[in-house]
């Protein structure tokens, strides 16, 4: 790994891996016991994702569970708390085409990153399928549904623009093009789903890119903080 | 499915209750449309369900500990456990319906305190190491008497066990060797494990129901095959078990007795968990009704593929 | 059947190619699509299939246990389908 590479791995591992952690969280709380399967499937192949990423930088773990939080190079997005479930499908929606899309055009070239690629795009594929039937099936279920995922898309929407910002170490991505698919590919969803494709910036106004810089937003401190804490008290310890 | 008006002529019951006697006798396997006595049906249906409710709550002491887990290792094999435990459930509440119950029906049960689930699952866990100790005394404890159920007279229930059994042999060697790492790790993990052990030995026990002369259900479970060896032959059975793999562990078994009193206090509700287990269940299918709903208003709208 | 009650499905899995179909259990869902989906999660979980059908649970219709004896009885007395039946002398090959 040059040292460029290893910033592009530790950016796509660490979105796998902050955004499994908050699936988990949805562990015995899920609306029906079918979608605690579902949802544990998901952050399964996330986590499996994150540790192959992680490993190509350095050791896993401590990468994981030693990093303050200034040293995480992952999107806002997928920080972000659960919410309810309307909430959780939102972020799903557009992290899940994203990666699909990032992933497509990584497998499809002769980076570093292409054989990783291949593989994670058929779990991600499965992902932006999951996120997609639910976002229909909330968006054109009942009046309340219909509500709650609207809410969700449009208050992560501020998040979605960091996507599209070239990441160190990713190369041979048309990050233009990935944009431009993205936006295609959410609006036809949410039009089918009878929900409206928000309209206001997709960034805030000083963090733009930011996560993959390392600022990040307040939840994320807390999650680390839970996430770290028991590996942080035992020193050396092999678990 | 659909069943069958049967008639209800008293020389029909009579040969009928002797062919279920017959195939029960033969250890032949009961199919649910088969004719059974009430008892038994009402017996299986309270077991099923227990069982299935004890495979979801059982979920709740182990994701406490998901988003804490301290190697990504140890997390995914967690994740992947307490995933194994909704399925569980969902295999089990799956052959409950078999004999006409919806899981609807047994889930309000469940959420109005009307039907029960394993004890064990109202202790708390309050280390990593608890993770390990529910792994090796739980599921082993667990395994001991559902390998049994795989024989079990129901043919639905007995082919849920085996998939559940197959399953959960990778439950209890993974609680093993977590515990093995904590024990053969630093002086503080090491106590850790220790500790875990300790608390969760005695409850473990208990996980086989009070003893024999005690056991309301026991005689007639027997009799009917539902249930295929005593409390105490498989409590004895586990007890001798364990000693040689705490051994092989580096940890001590306590010694004494059960402590009873402290069985019915749990088993009456008074458990350091039991309301809070109970609440979080009912609170995660309260919140989620608006997504059910949204789900069957679709489908009505869409219409494809719904059954009529 | 409340209004939030998901139909029941059961589910058949073909665990490689080659092998028929067989029931791997039930399962709720809302519609066929989603019943596809809960199907691959839970029934496949360790590789266990290659492909899945779902059938709503209200399309099964299943043979009587009270018309058992009519039903099955009668193929039980004529052995005469079977190759065992019949005598071949010792030592004649490929039959």
Known sequence: MTPSSSAGALALGDDALVLSHRLGEWAGHAPVLEEDVAL??????????????????????????????????NLQLVEQENGDFGHSIA??????????????????????????????????????????????????????????MQRGLDALWRFTGEMFQPVEGVDGVD????????????????KRATLTVPEGPQTGSWSAGAGRQGLHTEPFGRMLAEMQHLHRSHPGATW | MATVAYGTDRTDEAARQAAFDAAVAADERIEPRDWMPDAYRASLVRQMAQHAHSEIIGMQPEANWITRAPS???????????????????????????????????????HAG??????IFNYPTLTWADVGAIGWLVDGAAITNQVPLCRCSYGPYARAMVRICKEESFHQRQGYELLLALSRGTPAQHAMAQDAVDRWWWPSLMMFGPPDEESGHSAQSMAWKIKRHSNDELRRRFIEISGPQADALGLTLPTGEIDWDEFKEVLKGNGPCNEQR?????????????????????????GEGKPS | MTATDWPLWEVFVR?????????????????????????????????????????????????????????FEPAGDKPYRHPTFYEIPEGVQHL
Do not use: C
């Open chain 1, 40 to 73: 544990a499937n998901i952050a399964l192949d996330l986590l499996g994702q994150a540790r192959v990423l992680l490993s190509l930088v350095g050791d896993e773990d401590e990468l994981a569970y030693l990093r303050e939080e200034r040293a995480f190079r």
């Open chain 1, 91 to 148: 972020r799903q929606l557009y992290f899940s085409t994203y990666q699909q899309l990032l992933y497509g055009q990584l497998a499809a070239g002769d980076g570093v990153f292409a054989p990783l690629a291949a593989k994670a795009v058929k779990e991600v594929d499965y992902h932006r399928d999951h996120a997609e039937q639910w976002t229909l099936r909330l968006g054109d279920g009942t009046a309340e549904s219909h509500e709650r």
């Open chain 1, 175 to 190: 990050w233009q093009s990935l944009h431009t698919s993205w936006h295609t590919s959410v609006s036809s969803v949410l």
């Open chain 2, 72 to 110: 990504l290792r140890r997390k995914a094999i967690l994740m992947a456990k307490v995933q194994d435990e909704a399925g569980h459930g969902l295999y089990l509440y799956s052959a409950a319906e078999t004999l006409g119950t919806s899981r609807e029906e047994l889930l309000d049960k469940l």
């Open chain 2, 114 to 119: 009307r039907q029960r689930y394993s004890s």
């Open chain 2, 278 to 302: 109970i609440a979080q269940r009912r609170r995660a299918h309260e919140e989620g009704a608006w997504v059910r709903d949204a789900a069957v208003a679709y489908a009505a709208k869409h």
């Open chain 3, 15 to 71: 665990s490689r190619r080659g092998l028929s179909h067989t029931h791997a259990g039930s399962l709720h869902a809302p519609d066929a699509e989603m019943a596809l989906r809960n199907a691959r999660d839970l029934y496949t979980r360790r590789s266990e299939g290659v492909s899945i059908w779902v059938v709503p649970s209200t399309a099964v219709t299943a043979s009587s246990p009270d018309e058992k004896d009519s039903f």
